[in-house]
Structure formats: structure tokens, C-alpha cells
């Protein structure tokens, strides 16, 4: 219980200084609250200080870190000057597709990862060893937009670019602590005694690794996240990912900073419970 | 996997190589345009033939060949030097300042890398010089890949602040400065060259999905990543199988850095 008081804790302290951060980055970024209309040469002198009393631009910095958490409070998460539209309803517009592919891509990886895995270490054969690292290294030597790129042009769904981004770093992961798993003593001795080799890996193995594989799985949430962008900007899938690369093109920063601290909580509670899941199954 | 090691060497050798006689073995600037002979074919003159405003491509790969593969171990370098600073002096203070400097850094590792970038990217002016667009990328892969390398750096720290011969120094009176420069400091070295080698494919991989997305460098100077960009006009009716040359020696280099790691750990 301790512990998961703990870790909701640390999740919301992380959170609420992420913010501020974003907050202070976006109040001194170059360029904060000049807009196109300021370059108007038919608006008055008073019209221009209405404009930039309306960009907040006279708030001194507490005023301006009270006014943006008081707003992030009320759910009040801004407008998009990129996209024209609530931040809140572009979000809401978005955010299931984004899901929809990273789960996607994030089930599939882990499923070819530890497939992968499992058949390099089960097949105990140099060749079957070679091949399966082989495509691992290409995979994870090649940037995800290139494989975006590759996908449009084999008219392939983008969601399919996730899961090989994902794989490698499960198949590595997996790979090197299912060996670790079977060179251990008990199991060298259950093979010298010629049980079969599902039940070795069942019953030897896979339970020595869980724990920690399972700690991965979080990492892999994070990966997912961070290959949505290329994917969804290049793929014109209309999710979050490409929200954001709209948004930094046209240097959206407060849809920036909203959609890099929800990613980043999401990330943050999807570790927090592969890390207790892990525990648990150490202690299971 | 020693001949494979030393294989990759071999190879990033020659690629660095290449890219630094860029002046002397490319047929043209990077920036020279050819005009009569926009998106040409392979020939004796332009061996990757040219791009659609008449640039030579092969004279471009090695430029941008430079670009990628010197500024990425500069980003490395700076990413270690504060992955050292941040998590040598958390892992050797120890107590409070250990918790609230791998907080922070927990922090920065939660972020999804790419959202962090694109974030912090845009929080910058993108209409810039082409020469000041490569030092704000690299600049910025450097000064935000710290965390994994400092959280690294921080638990070697703790262990060699907790071996015995750190308790033998510290028994002779080595204290402060001495401790940490003439018996932590060279300790700590195989684990910054271990990340700085790691990060370098990272950062690589990293400039070339930011320019794929036009927040990278800018033209008309060549990298990697903006060269990539050009199969996004890619038709396989015009069949260049030519522009996939970029991508290949991206992978190829990239996974000469893997191997070469391999070597080293093994």
C-alpha cells in the first residue's frame, strides 16, 4: 500500500514540476504572445494594446503560472492557435486514434519481440540466432519516419511501424534475459536430465524473466509514444502524434506543452505499473 | 564477432574518411545547381545522378554524410559531460541531493524523447540559417539526451563511492576534490566511453527523424535526415532505386556503431 501511495506521489510531483517547467518555458520563448494579427497595419494603437492584453502578455510570471494551472484545473487546457479549435476537444478528437495504435503496435511488438526471443533461445541454432538478431538490428537501425515512408509506399497500415519499432527493443531485452534465465544452474541440470524442451522453458525459464520483462513493458509504452509521431505525421493519421508535429511547426507551444505532459503521464503510469506488476510477480 | 567488430570499424572508418575529403572527392558543392539536368539519372558525372533542383546527390551524401556523422559524437559529448556532472555529483554527494537529482532525472526520462524534442525544438525560432538550424539540433539532442546516461553514471558512482579502495583513500586522507578527480574521476571513464558510444546512433537516428519532419536542419545544407527527405517525393514509377543510397549507408553506419559496441562489450 506504502508503496503504491508511493509511486502515486512521486507520479504527481513529477507532473505538477513538468508543468511548471512547460509553463516557464513557454512564457520565455521567443516570439511568446506575438501573434499575426499584431502585423496588421490597419489597427489602432488601442486595438494593438487590447490584443496583447488578451495574450496576457502584461502578467508578471506568478500571475502567469497561477493563471495556467488555475486553467488546467478547470479543464480549461487552452486553444490551439495551429488548429483553430479547444485544445480539450482536439484531444478528445485525436486521443483514441493514438491509443488505438499504440496498442496496437505496442501488442504486436512485445508478441514478435518475445517470439523472436523465445525461438533464439528454444531453437539453439547459430543460423536461427543470426537471423532473428539480423532483423532486429535492421529494424532498430532504421529511423521510424524512413519506415513510415516505407509503409505508405507498400500501402501498408501505419500502425504497423510502431510494433517494429517496438520489437527490437523487446527481442533485445527478451533475448538477453532469457539466456541469463537458462545458463542458470537448475536449469542447465533439468535440460542434463532430458525434460522436454517446452517445459524447461515454462517452468524454469520464463518465470525466472517475468519480472523483469514485465518492468520493460513499460518502456516500450514510451517508444510507442515517441515513434507516433513520425508515423502519424507521415501516415496522415489524424492522432496526437501528428498533432504535435502540427503544433511545433506552427510553434503551437501550449498544445505543445499540454500534449507532452498528458504523454508524459501516461508513460509515467504505464512504468509505475509494470515496475508494481514486477514486484508483484517477484514476490508472487 | 571480433572480424565483425573490427569489420564495422573498418567500414565507420571509411565513411568518416570519405565525409571529411567531402571537398576533394565530391564533383560539386553541395549547393551547386546543375539547372539543364534536374532529377537526372546515374551517370559518369553525377554518380547518384541529381536531386529535382539539378543538385548532385553524391556530392550532397557526403556533405551531409559530414554533417551527421561529426555532430552527432560532438551531441554525444555533450550529453556524457552532463550525464557526468549531473549523475557523478549525485551518485558522490549521496543523501538528499542523490534522491532530488534522480528525480529530476526520472523526470526527463518520462518524457517520450521525441515529444521532448519537437517540444523544446519549437520553443526555439525555426526560421533560422541553415548553419545555425545544425547547431540548434545538435545542441539540443545533446543537452536533452543526458538523463539515461546520467542515471548510469550515478549507481557506478554510488558503487565505486562504496569499494574499498575509495575507503582506503579516504582512510589515507584523500578528501573533496582529490577523492573525486585522482580516484573517482578515472574510474568513471569506461562508463562515459560506454555511453558516449551508445549515444552516437541514438542522436544520429534522432537528427534524422526531426528533419524527415522539417524541424531538423534546413536547406539547402545536406544531413542525413534531410536527404531522407527527398523519398517522400519517391514514386516507384520514376524507378531511382539511387535515392534509397542515403538510406542504406545510414543503416549500414548505424549498425556498424551496434556491432562495434557488441565488440567492445563482448
Known amino acids: 500500500m506504502s508503496t503504491l501511495f508511493k509511486c502515486a506521489a512521486k507520479t504527481i510531483l513529477i507532473v505538477l514540476i513538468g508543468g511548471f517547467i512547460g509553463a516557464t518555458l513557454a512564457r520565455f520563448a521567443p516570439g511568446y504572445g506575438v501573434t499575426e494579427e499584431e502585423l496588421d497595419s490597419r489597427l489602432s494603437g488601442e486595438s494593438l494594446r487590447a490584443l496583447r492584453q488578451s495574450q496576457q502578455l502584461h502578467g508578471n510570471l506568478m500571475s502567469f503560472y497561477i493563471g495556467y494551472w488555475g486553467k488546467l484545473l478547470r479543464g480549461d487546457l487552452g486553444f490551439s492557435t495551429v488548429m483553430r479549435e479547444p485544445v480539450r476537444q482536439l484531444i478528445a478528437e485525436r486521443f483514441p486514434e493514438t491509443i488505438k495504435s499504440v496498442g496496437f503496435g505496442v501488442a504486436l511488438g512485445w508478441a514478435v519481440g518475445l517470439g523472436f526471443a523465445i525461438l533464439s533461445i528454444t531453437a539453439r541454432s547459430g543460423a536461427v540466432d543470426f537471423a532473428t538478431s539480423m532483423v532486429a538490428t535492421i529494424a532498430l537501425c532504421t529511423p521510424a519516419a524512413v519506415l513510415a515512408l516505407l509503409c505508405v509506399f507498400a500501402q501498408a497500415p501505419g500502425r504497423l511501424v510502431i510494433a517494429v519499432i517496438v520489437f527490437p527493443k523487446v527481442f533485445q531485452y527478451a533475448r538477453n534475459l532469457l539466456m541469463r534465465s537458462a545458463a542458470l544452474p537448475h536449469v542447465v541440470a533439468a535440460t542434463a536430465r532430458g525434460l522436454h524442451k517446452a517445459r524447461i522453458f515454462l517452468w524454469h525459464i520464463l518465470p525466472v524473466a517475468a519480472p523483469q520483462l514485465l518492468a520493460v513493458a513499460g518502456i516500450t509504452v514510451s517508444i510507442a509514444f515517441t515513434a507516433a509521431i513520425p508515423v502519424e505525421a507521415l501516415c496522415d493519421m489524424p492522432g496526437i502524434g501528428q498533432l504535435a508535429w502540427k503544433a511545433a511547426q506552427g510553434r503551437d507551444l501550449e498544445l505543445l506543452i499540454v500534449l507532452t505532459m498528458m504523454v508524459a503521464t501516461i508513460t509515467l503510469l504505464a512504468n509505475t505499473a509494470a515496475d508494481l506488476l514486477g514486484k508483484a510477480a517477484t514476490h508472487g | ?266
Open chain 2, 1 to 266: 564477432m571480433k572480424r565483425a567488430g573490427f569489420a564495422a570499424i573498418v567500414f565507420l572508418a571509411l565513411v568518416t574518411l570519405a565525409s571529411l575529403l567531402a571537398e576533394v572527392l565530391a564533383p560539386a558543392s553541395y549547393a551547386q545547381q546543375f539547372r539543364d539536368a534536374p532529377d537526372a539519372a546515374c551517370s559518369r558525372q553525377h554518380p547518384l545522378g541529381t536531386d529535382d533542383l539539378g543538385r548532385d546527390r553524391f556530392s550532397r551524401l557526403l556533405y551531409g554524410t559530414r554533417v551527421s556523422l561529426l555532430l552527432a559524437p560532438a551531441a554525444a559529448l555533450l550529453s556524457c559531460t552532463v550525464a557526468g556532472l549531473v549523475g557523478g555529483t549525485a551518485g558522490f554527494a549521496g543523501g538528499w541531493v542523490e534522491e532530488f537529482v534522480m528525480s529530476a532525472t526520472d523526470l526527463f526520462l518520462s518524457l517520450p524523447w521525441l515529444f521532448l524534442l519537437i517540444t523544446v525544438r519549437a520553443l526555439l525560432p525555426l526560421n533560422v540559417a541553415p548553419l545555425t538550424s545544425v547547431v540548434i539540433t545538435f545542441a539540443l539532442l545533446g543537452s536533452l539526451g543526458w538523463a539515461g546516461a546520467a542515471r548510469v553514471v550515478c549507481a557506478d558512482t554510488r558503487r565505486l563511492c562504496d569499494s574499498d579502495f575509495m575507503l582506503q583513500a579516504r582512510a589515507s586522507g584523500s578528501a573533496g576534490p582529490r577523492l573525486l578527480f585522482r580516484h573517482l574521476l578515472p574510474n568513471l571513464k569506461p562508463v562515459l566511453l560506454a555511453q558516449f558510444w551508445i549515444s552516437i546512433p541514438v542522436f544520429i537516428l534522432s537528427e534524422t527523424n526531426l528533419s524527415m519532419l522539417g524541424l531538423g536542419v534546413t536547406e539547402p545544407l545536406p544531413s542525413w535526415g534531410s536527404l531522407l527527405r527527398e523519398l517522400e517525393s519517391y514514386s516507384v514509377l520514376s524507378a531511382r532505386p539511387w535515392q534509397f543510397v542515403p538510406l542504406i549507408l545510414l543503416v549500414a553506419t548505424v549498425s556498424c556503431f551496434h556491432v562495434a559496441m557488441q565488440r567492445e562489450e563482448s
